[in-house]
T-cell receptor, first 117, second 116 residues
Framework: EAGVTQFPSHSVIEKGQTVTLRCDPISGHDNLYWYRRVMGKEIKFLLHFVKESKQDESGMPNNRFLAERTGGTYSTLKVQPAELEDSGVYFC???????????????FGPGTRLTVL | AQSVTQLGSHVSVSEGALVLLRCNYSSSVPPYLFWYVQYPNQGLQLLLKYTSAATLVKGINGFEAEFKKSETSFHLTKPSAHMSDAAEYFCAVTLMFSGGYNKLIFGAGTRLAVHP
């Protein structure tokens, strides 16, 4: 079974440009999460989808970030326009939907390292 | 509010020595706790999780962790380090939501180096 995949693995862009990150979850996983790790800091939650619906986007930094999950399969995270402080590693995770969500294991992708110059 | 503190951003041990990575949590409700590991150029992989069953949790690759409520700790140990254990380790607590999902709160991570 294929794991969570993310594309690209690295992206270097200039301030003001637009970047789109993609995440392909494990097939059949309804839950999809985005997290971000800024250099040297904790990994922080950005948002969560159940199928194509945004369930919780309380961690999104500002309105320059737009996440979508059309059709409930893969997801994209667009940053427009990118700022220097957006640099970091963006992780995607997925999990099957279970009744007891608190013990739910999230399966992580390798991350996309974004550098904004 | 829930939070996680990992003591020591870098830990170095000799091959064959005990590995001890420290994690303390803060939670107003009984927590569910996780340890993840990230090997170079790979995603985070679940090592083990505590879900209020046994307080001593065994995970993959010979790791285990003990939940100690009185100390609000969930330290990760391995009796004998191997070179392949070199990686970054993350402790996390989960926020539970009735909507059928959870949200992980991570510590800052501990990078483990293993030298011959």
């Amino acid at each position: 079974e294929a794991g969570v995949t993310q594309f690209p693995s690295h992206s270097v862009i200039e301030k003001g440009q637009t970047v789109t990150l993609r995440c392909d979850p494990i097939s059949g996983h309804d839950n999809l999460y985005w997290y971000r790790r800024v250099m040297g800091k904790e990994i922080k939650f950005l948002l969560h989808f159940v199928k194509e619906s945004k369930q919780d986007e309380s961690g999104m930094p500002n309105n320059r970030f737009l996440a979508e999950r059309t059709g409930g399969t893969y997801s994209t995270l667009k940053v427009q326009p990118a700022e220097l402080e957006d640099s970091g590693v963006y992780f995607c995770a997925s999990s099957p939907r279970q009744r007891e969500a608190s013990t739910d294991t999230q399966y992580f992708g390798p991350g996309t390292r974004l550098t904004v110059l | 509010a829930q939070s996680v503190t990992q003591l020591g951003s870098h830990v170095s041990v000799s091959e064959g020595a005990l590995v001890l990575l420290r994690c303390n949590y803060s939670s107003s409700v009984p927590p569910y706790l996780f340890w993840y590991v990230q090997y170079p150029n790979q995603g985070l992989q679940l090592l083990l999780k505590y879900t209020s069953a046994a307080t001593l949790v065994k995970g993959i690759n010979g790791f285990e962790a003990e939940f100690k409520k009185s100390e609000t700790s969930f330290h990760l140990t391995k009796p004998s380090a191997h070179m392949s254990d070199a990686a970054e380790y993350f402790c996390a607590v989960t926020l539970m939501f009735s909507g059928g999902y959870n949200k992980l709160i991570f510590g800052a991570g501990t990078r483990l180096a293993v030298h011959p």
